[in-house]
């Protein structure tokens, strides 16, 4: 392992400096690297460290030798240097913004802003969650205690589309309870996450928190290997599903955040004129590349022609452009997979000959990853746009008769995000919120989260949830003590 131990972090982090692993406290450079680019004009604009599996292997040697001494800190004294941590992201929080519009592409001045932000607060007051024992049982004679205890080394494994507030969404619980964590960035967007790791060597002490970039490889080391005692994953159904079985044979715990294919459902008596903006951006916010976007909205038949009409022209509005022009409404797809994916998509909803009154047609003459906010007007239940998840700027309005008919659909999906029912008579959109097979139903509102709030799909869209008492639960033991007084 090459080890530029010259690279010792000082409290502020110089942004414009070469980017590095962190392992072991200490700022660690690598041989190889691979290229970052910016996906508003493909160029490359970046040099990320690739971290091989010694690194990782070096890393995971860190977090475990650093586990006992953090997991015998008190619960405050970890809560104080998560809220330092908080205070020293703060410190660099226009720079982080900056650096996530260049990496991730979505608009500096909302999307990249909101996240920072959200992800900042976030830390900050999960730094004050506690679990404190529960007493079962406390009678005269006999006493039974709940106690969480810490796991040990955490390996967190993170996606491209939200790096920074997904990220900081695993590392602020894992700490504060106790674990240390190494974590393994998407290769698509590592930068924000190798300077939050930067940062985090100002806090904390030594293998604490480290962060390795690299191939995909190194998650399935982190995955398999024995002194890894859960995975806090975050992506796609399909790598979820490897991440479980290559876990299995160390039994490891393992929090799942994968995909979704979301229902947004307008009930005919829906006030629906005053909800487009809200809906347009629940399914076009981050350009659609979002785990909860609504990916499907069912509107009532007696309202569908007219509120396609004020869709359209809504949408009509929207710039999609480069994230750092304040004009952008719509950032670019964050990476060329992707991209493609979604060529391929359209390609599909044009020969299929589906009715697309706005955008369709990709204009590949684009430097960047540019895709036109697109609409399909009532396509077939069966079709590619409406059962696939396409992470993209392309949205089908179906039309719906009765409440039976649009639960049917809704439900019949192996995903189990979320969905949102939006109606005047708030009690029966209620009746329909119960009936959908999602972790999370909003009513009349949308993408409300809280540090309180529990959240985790359904069926194949995860296993176990992040934030509230439960998805911190779910970074411990649960561990019971008896004794006869
Ligand atoms: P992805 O599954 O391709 O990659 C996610 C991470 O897994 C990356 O860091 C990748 O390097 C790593 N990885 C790849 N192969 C691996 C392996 N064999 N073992 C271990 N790790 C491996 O997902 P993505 O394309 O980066 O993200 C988009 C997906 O994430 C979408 O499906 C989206 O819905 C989902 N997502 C879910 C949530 C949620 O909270 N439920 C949030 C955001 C994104």
New binding site residues.
């Given amino acids: 392992m090459t080890v530029a131990s010259a690279l010792k972090p000082a409290a502020k982090i110089d942004f414009d400096g070469p980017y590095a692993l962190t392992i072991n406290g200490r700022m660690v450079e690598t041989n190889k690297s691979f290229d970052v680019l910016n996906p508003a004009t493909n160029a490359v604009f970046a040099k990320a460290p690739e971290g091989t599996a010694e690194h990782m292997e070096a890393a995971i040697a860190a977090a475990k030798a650093a586990f006992p001494k953090w997991a015998a800190l008190s619960w405050d004294e970890r809560g104080a240097l998560v809220e330092a941590y908080a205070d020293a992201l703060e410190a660099h929080k226009e720079e982080l913004i900056t650096l996530l519009t260049m990496e991730q592409g979505k608009p500096r001045h909302s999307m990249a802003k909101g996240e920072v932000e959200a992800a900042i607060f976030w830390v900050r007051e999960v730094a004050k969650r506690r679990l404190p024992i529960e007493m079962l049982e406390d009678t005269a004679d006999h006493v039974v205690e709940v106690h969480h205890t810490p796991l040990g080394v955490v390996g967190a494994?993170?996606?491209?589309?939200?790096p920074v507030l997904?990220g900081l969404w695993k590392v602020a619980p894992c700490l504060v309870t106790g674990n240390t964590m190494v974590m393994?960035?998407?290769?698509y967007t590592p930068l924000c996450t190798l300077r939050f790791g930067e940062i985090a060597q100002t806090v904390f002490p030594a293998g604490v928190f480290s962060v390795v970039s690299g191939g995909?490889d190194l998650?399935?080391q982190?995955?398999e290997h024995a002194d890894i005692a859960k995975i806090s994953f975050?992506?796609?159904?399909?790598?979820g599903k490897?991440?479980m079985a290559?876990g299995a044979g160390t039994l490891k715990r393992v929090t799942l955040?994968?995909?979704?294919n979301d229902a947004a459902i307008v009930l005919a008596d829906a006030d629906w004129e005053p909800l487009i903006p809200t809906l347009f951006w629940a399914a076009f916010g981050n350009s659609g590349q979002w785990?909860i976007a609504s990916k499907r909205l069912y509107v009532h038949r007696d309202i569908h022609a007219a509120f396609v009409e004020a869709f359209v022209a809504f949408g009509r509005q929207q710039t999609v452009g480069d994230g750092m022009d304040p004009n952008t409404d719509l950032g670019p797809i964050q990476n060329r997979m992707q991209y493609d994916k979604l060529k391929d998509l359209f390609a599909d909803t044009k020969a299929q000959g589906y009715k697309v009154p706005l955008g369709g047609t990709i204009d590949e003459s684009l430097a960047g990853n540019f895709v036109p906010v697109t609409i399909v007007d009532n396509p077939p239940e069966d079709s590619r746009i409406v059962q696939e998840?396409p992470?993209g700027p392309i949205l089908p309005i179906i039309a719906f008769d009765t409440v039976d008919e649009v639960v049917e659909k809704a439900n019949a999906t192996i995903y189990g995000?979320a969905g949102s029912v939006w109606g005047r008579d708030r009690e029966a959109a209620i009746a329909v919120a119960k009936r959908l097979e999602t972790g999370t139903v909003w009513v009349n509102e949308i993408h409300i989260h809280g540090i309180d709030i529990p959240f985790g799909?359904h069926k194949q869209?995860?296993m176990g949830v992040e934030n509230g008492h439960e998805g911190l639960a779910e970074f411990t033991n649960t561990k019971t003590l008896m004794f006869h007084k």
Avoid: H, Y
């Fill in positions: 494994i993170t996606p491209w589309n939200f997904l393994k960035p998407s290769p995909n998650g399935q982190l995955t975050t992506g796609s159904t399909a790598t490897r991440v290559s955040e994968l995909g979704g785990c998840e992470f995000l799909g869209s995860g």
